[in-house]
């Protein structure tokens, strides 16, 4: 299975755009059967997906975001980007990155990163 | 957008004993390929997800063979045979056939009675 790693900044500022990076080993994200997808989880609530990539470069993302969220590969670097621009503190969360095929969307993890919108 | 609707929302059992998870979805699972891309994941505290089953039955590798899966269509059951102490945490349906967005359950909680 592959192994994923979130890192990026864990505080940004309303109005300001969350940028994070997912680090793929075991596995190579130019694969056209596979998902690499975004998933974050409020503080003790439940999960929410937000995009994924597939087929080397096509892209998905929840409508609730409006719009919000960009999510790009970088296989030189074996890595993938989710970009989420506007925040409120509404987006405090914990993000994953997650992958799997490209019929079952999500199977491995990331250990997640918390993200907090705050002033 | 496709609701996924878990009950019990938390369960309570003893040590050994069987406990179930239903699944169910607003429309039918069923994809044109005639599977139903239901996944159960399982989250421990502290940590993350962690996938159980996939295609509603199938059994990731490593998972113990005391948890299975069963169902079709828009109703679905996560089954532990024996609860064990390690099975605490908190279970996740998730559809991935009608997208976007992929959808989850609310999560049911599992803890020892």
């Known amino acids: 299975q592959v192994q994923l790693q979130e890192s990026g900044p864990g505080l940004v500022k309303p109005s300001q755009t969350l940028s994070l990076t997912c680090t793929v080993s075991s596995g190579s994200i130019s694969r056209g059967d596979y998902c690499w997808s975004w998933i974050r989880q409020n503080p003790g609530m439940g999960l929410e997906w937000i995009g994924f990539?597939?087929?080397?470069?096509?892209?998905s993302y929840n409508p609730s975001l409006k719009g919000r969220a960009t999510i790009s590969l970088d296989i030189s670097k074996n890595q993938f980007s989710l970009n989420l621009n506007s925040v409120t503190a509404a987006d405090t969360a914990v993000y994953y990155c997650?992958?799997?095929?490209?019929?079952?969307?999500?199977?491995?993890w990331g250990q997640g990163t918390l993200v907090t919108v705050s002033s | 957008d496709v609701v996924m609707t878990q009950s019990p929302l938390s369960l309570s059992v003893a040590l050994g004993q069987p406990a179930s998870i239903s699944c169910r979805s607003s429309q039918s699972l069923v994809f044109s390929d005639g599977n139903s891309y239901l996944n159960w994941f399982q989250q421990r505290p502290g940590q993350s997800p962690r996938r159980l089953l996939y295609r509603a039955s199938t059994r990731e590798s490593g998972v113990p063979d005391r948890f299975s899966g069963s169902g079709s269509g828009t109703d679905f059951t996560l089954t532990i045979s024996g609860v064990e102490a390690e099975d605490v945490g908190v279970y996740y349906c998730m559809q991935g056939t009608h997208w976007p967005p992929v959808t989850f359950g609310q999560g049911t909680r599992l803890e020892i009675k």
């Open positions: 997650t992958g799997g095929s490209s019929s079952s969307k999500i199977a491995s």
């Open positions: 990539s597939y087929d080397r470069g096509s892209t």
